[in-house]
């Protein structure tokens, strides 16, 4: 099996907990897929590479040389960051370029807007503010 | 954003990765409403204390959150600072928002 494909199915993240059941969010923003931005967002290499693509689209060739990293190392971070939604690769002539996707960045800052002390969103997702609990 | 005041990649990464569970999102969200004990936490969210205890240390260990002693009972709350800067951040990154302030100087 190619290894891109065996990566397409090894690294599907989130996988489904049991733990959890999926909330309902005044946002329509599913937590898993809240958990998973900041996933990808949670490492040295994949912000530096965020950073670079915000300056404009790269190819992943560029990436390898600008970040001074194993290829394999910089496609595997290329596709959690994909997977995430945070960037996209398109194909512009003979090159794949890879580019930032501002809508989820918007929805990242949504999130972190709700989020502010005080700024609780009404319909709390776990009816904390209705379950009645000491010190109210 | 100016080069003084960019956080340093490993801060950023530690507070993005306190963000990247679940469990904690949904501490910080009741957090957003008031502060809350131990106590509170554990019965909304129904899980161990000993895993709350180490998501509130993930999430107090990236800044995030900060607690208050009141008697016996100790308060957690939303560090405002922390959650500006992480949504200063994430502006910084925006598709052509690049600054020249590039901490891996890419742009020279």
């Known amino acids: 099996m190619r290894r891109s494909l065996l990566l397409r199915f090894t690294y599907r993240w989130p996988r489904e907990r049991p733990g959890l059941p999926h909330l309902p969010h005044a946002l329509d ?5 809240v958990a998973q931005w900041f996933h990808a967002t949670s490492d040295t290499t994949r912000l530096a590479i965020l950073e670079f693509l915000s300056q404009r689209d790269r190819a992943a060739g560029e990436l390898i040389q600008l970040l001074g990293v194993p290829p394999s190392r910089v ?16 194909r512009d002539g003979r090159r794949r370029l890879y580019s930032l996707r501002g809508e989820t960045l918007d929805l990242m800052l949504t999130f972190m807007r709700t989020v502010l002390p005080g700024a609780h969103v009404g319909t709390c ?6 379950a009645g609990l000491p010190y109210q | 954003m100016t080069t003084a005041i960019r ?8 507070w993005f990765h306190a963000l990247a569970d679940e469990t904690r999102i949904n501490i910080v969200e009741m957090l957003s409403h008031k502060e809350r004990c131990v106590c ?14 180490f998501h509130i240390k993930v999430l107090k260990d990236a800044g995030l959150i900060a607690d208050r002693k ?12 922390t959650l500006d800067q ?7 990154v ?3 928002k690049h600054a020249g302030s590039c901490a891996v100087a890419c742009c020279d």
């Open chain 2, 94 to 96: 925006k598709p052509g």
């Open chain 2, 40 to 53: 509170e936490l554990e019965q909304v969210l129904d899980i161990a204390q000993s895993r709350l205890s």
């Open chain 1, 75 to 90: 496609s595997f971070h290329l596709t959690v960051l994909t997977e995430s939604g945070l960037i996209r690769r398109y």
């Open chain 2, 7 to 14: 956080p340093q990649p490993t801060l950023v990464a530690s």
């Open chain 2, 70 to 81: 009141e008697g016996r009972w100790v308060f957690y709350g939303l560090q405002r600072e």
């Open chain 1, 125 to 130: 997702p776990l009816s904390c503010c209705q």
């Open chain 2, 86 to 92: 992480i949504a200063a951040y994430t502006k910084s």
């Open chain 1, 29 to 33: 923003l599913q937590l898993a897929r």
